[in-house]
Each structure stands twice: as C-alpha cells, then as structure tokens.
C-alpha cells in the first residue's frame, strides 16, 4: 500500500505539473514515508491520502530546491532552483485550491513561513512541515463529527 500511494501522488503530481516548468519529482519514497505513515493512522478516502500526499511532495520539494541554493553556486543553475522552488510554493497553493484543501492551505501557510523565517536565520527546523500536517490531521480528526449509537 505504501509504495503505490507514493507512486500513485507522484503520477498526480506530475500530472498537474506544467511540462513547460520542466521539474523531476527526485523525492525517495524514504523522504515521504513518515507522512505516509501518518495518513495510514487516519480513515480517509486513498484519493484524498493521495492528494495529500501529493501536496506534500510538492512542498518538501520547494524546501529542497531552496535549501541547494547557496553562493557556491550561480548562474543558470542558481537560477533554476530559485524559479523551481518559488513555482513550487505557488503550484502547492494552487492544487490545494483546485482540491478544496481550504483547511490545509490555512494551516500549513504559516508553518511554511515559519520554516522558511528559520532557514534564513540559519536555524533550519524542515522537522517542523511533518509536524505540522501531524497537528493538523489530529485538528482534524477531532472535529469530525461522530455518530452515536441507538
């Protein structure tokens, strides 16, 4: 189940990629399976656990192409991992839109930002996004309604 929920986000994603942006999911399905873990413990459709997860992938890979961009680099290379991360960012927001992930999108945005304020002040804390969908899942299920027996 694992592995084809990884394959099956990833064919998504790609799917909803633009071709014209011309970016490679190079995420190991290692890097996303504590999330995948994670979905496991919760009673959701394998569409919406595949579009999380999807959502996911998207934002683990903008944290990526940001964090490989230092002055050692320049250039067109440099470039490229700016303009990738930076679609990234966008195209998470947009599919989560798309997906009426209204919820998702509210939370995460600060925990994005938040990540994203420690990095620049060169106390990198990527742990935080798993925690974050971690706390949000919980949040979640919490407020689902449940139904009482007769």
Same mark, same amino acid.
């Given at each position: 189940?694992?592995?084809? =929920?990884?394959?099956?986000?990833?064919?998504?994603?790609?799917?909803? =990629?633009?071709?014209?942006?011309?970016?490679?999911?190079?995420?190991? !399905?290692?890097?996303?399976?504590?999330?995948?873990?994670?979905?496991?413990?919760?009673?959701?459709?394998? %569409?919406?656990?595949?579009?999380?997860?999807? @959502?996911?992938?998207?934002?683990?890979?903008? =944290? !990526?192409?940001?964090?490989?961009?230092?002055?050692?680099?320049?250039?067109?290379?440099?470039?490229?991992? %700016?303009?990738?991360?930076?679609?990234?960012?966008?195209?998470?927001?947009? @599919?989560? *839109?798309?997906?009426?992930?209204?919820?998702?999108?509210?939370?995460?945005?600060?925990?994005?930002?938040?990540?994203?304020?420690?990095? %620049?002040?060169?106390?990198?804390?990527?742990?935080?996004? *798993?925690?974050?969908?971690?706390?949000?899942?919980? =949040?979640?299920?919490?407020?689902?309604?449940?139904?009482?027996?007769?």
């Amino acid at each position: 189940m694992k592995l084809k =929920l990884f394959q099956d986000a990833c064919h998504l994603l790609q799917g909803e =990629l633009s071709p014209e942006a011309g970016i490679h999911l190079d995420l190991s !399905q290692e890097e996303v399976a504590p999330l995948v873990n994670l979905l496991e413990q919760y009673d959701m459709p394998t %569409v919406r656990q595949c579009r999380l997860l999807s @959502i996911y992938i998207a934002i683990k890979l903008a =944290l !990526q192409r940001h964090i490989g961009c230092d002055n050692t680099e320049s250039g067109e290379f440099l470039t490229r991992k %700016v303009l990738d991360g930076d679609y990234l960012y966008s195209f998470y927001v947009q @599919i989560c *839109l798309k997906w009426e992930e209204y919820d998702l999108l509210s939370y995460m945005a600060p925990v994005i930002k938040q990540i994203q304020i420690k990095r %620049v002040e060169g106390r990198p804390e990527d742990d935080r996004l *798993l925690k974050g969908w971690e706390l949000f899942l919980q =949040l979640e299920n919490n407020r689902r309604p449940t139904s009482k027996a007769i």
